[in-house]
């Protein structure tokens, strides 16, 4: 069973959305292009928390900020979601950094992340050094996890310094003889380093869903 609510939300729905659900049969909910944001988040999280059924959250476009970051953690670790699509937001280095700390730390077994244009890049508040530190915790989840089928880091300017800790991270996941993955990225890197990655993320299968933005 699934359910899609689109562009129709408000921060205070979600929860009350949840709550008229057949939460005992949900197995996938899409609240792409709704204005959510950090607080609707919040109600999301108490609504959600402790659901053994939903596999699937998309949350495609919903205005959530870094601080959903801590929030979509908390999430995952009190849910069976597999499938975490947040494509499109705010997240920024911080609230990308913590989610993904939290799936390496709590061993939390998804299988999709989609990250793509959430503003991973070094113009997150001044910090140059963003990309990079987010870049060296994804690199400690990929030699880890045995769960992770895709990740979508597109459309952020990780730049290269981030790019090569992805890359060693494919490579010591290859090296461990983990099973391999689709990892995408943006080609605004160095083009060797770029090469690599879609060398070695090239797990075949259907595409990441990407959406474009809504007009």
């Known amino acids: 069973y699934q359910r899609r609510v689109r562009g129709c939300l408000t921060c205070c729905d979600p929860c009350t959305t ?4 057949p939460v005992g049969r949900l197995k996938k909910l899409v609240l792409d292009y709704n204005s959510i944001k950090d607080e609707g988040m919040a109600n999301l999280l108490v609504c ?26 908390e999430l995952l670790t009190k849910s069976a979601i597999l499938h975490l699509e947040v494509t499109g937001n705010s997240l920024q280095c911080d609230g990308a950094a ?14 999709t992340l989609l990250l793509a244009d959430n503003g991973i890049d070094a113009h997150d508040s001044g910090k140059d050094r963003g990309p990079y530190l987010c870049a060296k915790i994804i690199r400690r989840w990929l030699t880890c996890t045995q769960y992770l089928e895709l990740c979508d880091l597109r459309d952020n300017e990780i730049g290269d310094l981030a790019a090569r800790e992805i890359m060693d991270g494919l490579m010591d996941r290859k090296t461990a003889g983990l099973k ?23 797990k075949s299968g259907k595409g990441s869903g990407k959406k474009k933005k809504r007009k």
């Open 18 to 21: 949840a709550r008229t659900l």
């Open 48 to 73: 959600l928390s402790g659901n053994t059924e939903l596999q699937h959250l998309s949350l495609n476009y919903c205005n959530l900020s870094q601080e959903s970051g801590e929030l979509l953690a």
């Open 98 to 111: 913590t989610l993904i700390n939290t799936l390496t730390t709590q061993d939390i077994a998804l299988k």
């Open 180 to 202: 391999s993955l689709q990892f995408l990225v943006t080609c605004r890197m160095d083009a060797t380093i770029y090469k690599t990655i879609v060398s070695l993320g090239k």
